[in-house]
């Protein structure tokens, strides 16, 4: 089993930065593609970003330029890099991995999923 736990969220201003960690344990999955999405209050869940295992990686619009994704194979582990943060970026974010071996945009086709970790970015 795998499991995903991310951290690094909080409050912070308009502007500001965050930089969220997702860390993989159990049957690690190190030759897949991990992602980040987000969810805020009544609205759907969103793509942010993904890295496949061969170091593609992809963004979504609202964030590109922005956010950065980083990834550590060897500590199995992912970060997220948010920068120029605004108060639509507020929302709980999700680390997900997929044994695909290609960038994947949508959340149906991510097999695992952490808990979240909320980010609120004030104006």
């Known amino acids: 089993q795998v499991h995903l736990i991310e951290s690094g969220g909080g409050l912070v201003q308009a502007g500001g930065s965050l930089r969220l960690t997702c860390a993989e344990s159990?049957?690690?999955?190190?030759?897949?593609?991990m992602a980040w999405f987000r969810q805020a209050p009544g609205e759907e869940r969103e793509f942010v970003g993904a890295t496949s295992w061969s170091g593609g990686i992809a963004y979504a619009d609202s964030v590109k330029g922005r956010f950065t994704i980083a990834r550590d194979n060897a500590k199995n582990s992912m970060h997220l890099q948010m920068n120029s943060l605004k108060p639509e970026d507020t929302a709980v974010y999700y680390c997900a991995a997929t044994t695909s071996f290609r960038v994947r945009r949508q959340g149906y086709e991510y097999d695992y999923w952490g808990q979240g970790t909320q980010v609120t970015v004030s104006s």
């Open positions: 159990g049957r690690t999955l190190s030759s897949t593609t």
